[in-house]
Nanobody, 124 residues
Protein backbone atom coordinates (compact mmCIF):
# COMPACT_ATOMS: atom_id res chain seq x y z
CA UNK A 1 0.00 0.00 0.00
CA UNK A 2 1.48 3.31 -1.10
CA UNK A 3 0.60 6.57 0.59
CA UNK A 4 1.00 9.83 -1.31
CA UNK A 5 0.95 13.29 0.25
CA UNK A 6 0.99 16.42 -1.90
CA UNK A 7 2.15 19.86 -0.81
CA UNK A 8 3.16 23.17 -2.30
CA UNK A 9 -0.12 24.49 -3.59
CA UNK A 10 -1.28 28.03 -3.03
CA UNK A 11 -2.38 31.32 -4.56
CA UNK A 12 -0.21 32.87 -7.26
CA UNK A 13 -0.63 35.60 -9.84
CA UNK A 14 -0.75 34.79 -13.53
CA UNK A 15 2.76 34.41 -14.90
CA UNK A 16 4.08 33.17 -11.58
CA UNK A 17 5.49 29.82 -10.54
CA UNK A 18 4.83 27.09 -8.01
CA UNK A 19 6.50 23.79 -7.27
CA UNK A 20 4.32 20.93 -6.07
CA UNK A 21 5.76 18.01 -4.16
CA UNK A 22 4.36 14.56 -3.56
CA UNK A 23 5.98 12.40 -0.90
CA UNK A 24 5.51 8.64 -1.15
CA UNK A 25 5.69 6.05 1.59
CA UNK A 26 4.72 2.46 2.23
CA UNK A 27 6.01 0.93 -0.99
CA UNK A 28 9.04 0.56 -3.25
CA UNK A 29 9.18 4.00 -4.84
CA UNK A 30 11.13 2.88 -7.90
CA UNK A 31 8.52 0.25 -8.71
CA UNK A 32 5.99 2.95 -9.60
CA UNK A 33 5.57 5.37 -12.41
CA UNK A 34 4.00 8.60 -11.24
CA UNK A 35 1.55 11.05 -12.65
CA UNK A 36 0.07 14.44 -11.88
CA UNK A 37 -3.59 15.17 -12.54
CA UNK A 38 -5.80 18.14 -11.85
CA UNK A 39 -9.48 18.75 -11.36
CA UNK A 40 -11.23 22.10 -11.62
CA UNK A 41 -14.71 22.66 -10.16
CA UNK A 42 -17.38 21.05 -12.31
CA UNK A 43 -14.85 19.36 -14.56
CA UNK A 44 -13.45 15.86 -14.86
CA UNK A 45 -10.03 14.98 -13.55
CA UNK A 46 -7.48 15.52 -16.31
CA UNK A 47 -3.99 14.28 -16.97
CA UNK A 48 -1.12 16.75 -16.55
CA UNK A 49 2.20 14.86 -16.59
CA UNK A 50 3.75 11.41 -16.23
CA UNK A 51 7.22 10.20 -15.32
CA UNK A 52 8.52 6.67 -15.71
CA UNK A 53 9.97 4.52 -12.95
CA UNK A 54 13.57 5.46 -13.64
CA UNK A 55 12.91 9.01 -14.87
CA UNK A 56 14.03 8.22 -18.42
CA UNK A 57 10.70 9.18 -19.92
CA UNK A 58 8.33 12.08 -19.27
CA UNK A 59 5.08 12.98 -20.97
CA UNK A 60 2.90 16.08 -20.75
CA UNK A 61 -0.55 17.23 -21.66
CA UNK A 62 -0.46 19.71 -24.53
CA UNK A 63 -1.94 22.38 -22.28
CA UNK A 64 1.12 22.40 -19.99
CA UNK A 65 3.92 21.39 -22.35
CA UNK A 66 6.80 23.84 -22.16
CA UNK A 67 5.53 25.35 -18.90
CA UNK A 68 5.46 22.42 -16.45
CA UNK A 69 8.23 19.98 -15.60
CA UNK A 70 7.81 16.68 -13.77
CA UNK A 71 10.76 15.13 -11.94
CA UNK A 72 11.40 12.61 -9.19
CA UNK A 73 14.01 12.08 -6.49
CA UNK A 74 14.31 8.44 -5.50
CA UNK A 75 16.50 9.29 -2.51
CA UNK A 76 13.64 11.34 -1.09
CA UNK A 77 10.77 9.21 -2.45
CA UNK A 78 9.31 12.39 -3.87
CA UNK A 79 7.91 13.51 -7.21
CA UNK A 80 7.75 17.17 -8.16
CA UNK A 81 5.80 19.32 -10.56
CA UNK A 82 7.47 22.63 -11.38
CA UNK A 83 4.85 24.97 -12.80
CA UNK A 84 5.97 28.14 -14.59
CA UNK A 85 4.10 30.81 -16.53
CA UNK A 86 0.91 29.90 -14.70
CA UNK A 87 -2.44 30.89 -16.18
CA UNK A 88 -5.84 31.30 -14.53
CA UNK A 89 -7.00 28.18 -16.38
CA UNK A 90 -4.42 26.18 -14.42
CA UNK A 91 -6.52 26.71 -11.30
CA UNK A 92 -7.51 23.31 -9.91
CA UNK A 93 -6.86 20.75 -7.23
CA UNK A 94 -3.69 18.91 -8.21
CA UNK A 95 -3.26 15.23 -7.41
CA UNK A 96 -0.33 12.89 -7.70
CA UNK A 97 -0.89 9.22 -8.43
CA UNK A 98 1.13 6.03 -8.76
CA UNK A 99 0.87 3.09 -11.15
CA UNK A 100 3.03 0.04 -11.86
CA UNK A 101 3.05 -0.22 -15.63
CA UNK A 102 5.95 0.55 -17.94
CA UNK A 103 4.00 2.65 -20.44
CA UNK A 104 2.58 6.15 -20.24
CA UNK A 105 -0.84 6.22 -18.63
CA UNK A 106 -3.12 9.25 -19.01
CA UNK A 107 -6.39 7.67 -17.87
CA UNK A 108 -6.86 8.24 -14.12
CA UNK A 109 -8.67 4.90 -13.87
CA UNK A 110 -5.39 3.14 -14.56
CA UNK A 111 -3.69 4.50 -11.45
CA UNK A 112 -3.57 2.49 -8.26
CA UNK A 113 -2.85 5.06 -5.55
CA UNK A 114 -3.77 8.71 -5.09
CA UNK A 115 -2.90 11.56 -2.83
CA UNK A 116 -5.45 13.85 -1.22
CA UNK A 117 -4.73 16.78 -3.52
CA UNK A 118 -3.42 20.32 -3.14
CA UNK A 119 -5.21 23.48 -4.30
CA UNK A 120 -3.58 25.73 -6.88
CA UNK A 121 -5.26 29.07 -7.58
CA UNK A 122 -3.96 31.42 -10.25
CA UNK A 123 -5.34 34.95 -10.18
CA UNK A 124 -5.56 37.15 -13.26
Amino acid sequence: QVQLVESGGGLVQAGGSLRLSCAASGGAFTMYALGWFRQAPGKEREFVAHISRNSDNTYYADSVKGRFTISRDSAKNTVYLQMNSLKPEDTAVYYCAAERTTTVRIDPREYDYWGQGTQVTVSS
